[in-house]
């Protein structure tokens, strides 16, 4: 209808959704001319990854990154677990893909995923489990997302290996850097990027210009999931087109 999208995430949850979405940009010919899609991928928006950024712009070699998510337990009739929800990889872990995305800049080539086997009815298929993602420049991401974990812990810490440093986010409140000077950042509060990404939602609609994430990026953070769901939920799959 030629209206600018803030879309939720996820921007989907089946390849033909995917499709649909790439043909009618391909259709338009150019981001510039068509409206603007944002998928709400707010992380990338956070001080603390925006820091991370730019201590990474000008690295000489390939990035190794891991990432932990202390998830929680969620009850199989929360809608979450839905059709609708996606369930918690397609849902939630596609934040932590398009990170991936944002930092190393680079496509994806490769995806392995590796599901903990419930031994009762509490969790589902898709509340534990790893996914490695190999990248055309070199590097290597790894996501491990449970739900077994204790509601005291923290939820989400990063650490990335480059060049003989090490950048550790903690939980989005805190970001302390080894090897790396004036890197360290702490912040009275959390702060995962939402406002930020409202924002630049809003300066991209005014001003035009880039998009607050390319649209190939949006696209390929969907499409690690879907091979992420495919693999932990029993398929085939791994080489990304």
Not at 76 to 103: M, S
Not at 111 to 122: E, I, L, S
Not at 145 to 168: C, I, N, S, W
Request: charged share 25%.
């Amino acid at each position: 209808a030629g209206k600018h999208v803030l879309l939720e995430k996820p921007l989907a949850l089946t390849a033909d959704e995917v499709e649909s979405i790439v043909a009618f940009y391909r259709e338009a010919g150019d981001e510039g001319r068509a409206p603007l899609l944002l998928t709400g991928f707010n992380r990338r928006f956070s001080p603390f990854v925006v820091r991370m950024a730019e201590l990474l712009r000008d690295r000489a070699g390939p990035l190794m990154i891991s990432y932990r998510m202390n998830a929680g337990f969620i009850p199989l009739d929360h809608w979450v677990h839905t059709a609708q929800g996606g369930g918690r990889n397609r849902g939630e872990a596609c934040h932590v893909y398009d990170l991936f995305t944002f930092l190393t800049g680079a496509r994806a080539t490769e995806v392995q995923a590796a599901a903990a086997r419930p031994a009762t009815a509490h969790y589902a298929r898709t509340d534990n489990f790893t996914a490695t993602v190999s990248f055309d420049d070199g590097s290597v991401a790894t996501l491990t997302y449970t739900a077994l974990g204790h509601r005291d812990h923290p939820k989400e810490q990063m650490e990335v290996f480059v060049d003989g440093k090490v950048l550790a986010l903690d939980d989005y409140r805190t970001l302390r850097t080894t090897g790396a000077r004036g890197g360290d950042l702490r912040l009275r509060g959390q702060d995962k990027g939402q406002k930020e990404e409202l924002r630049r939602f809003a300066t991209a609609i005014r001003e035009g210009g880039a998009w607050p994430i390319p649209l190939w990026q949006q696209v390929q953070a969907t499409e690690i999931a879907l091979q992420v769901e495919a693999q932990i939920r029993g398929d085939s799959g791994g080489q990304l087109p």
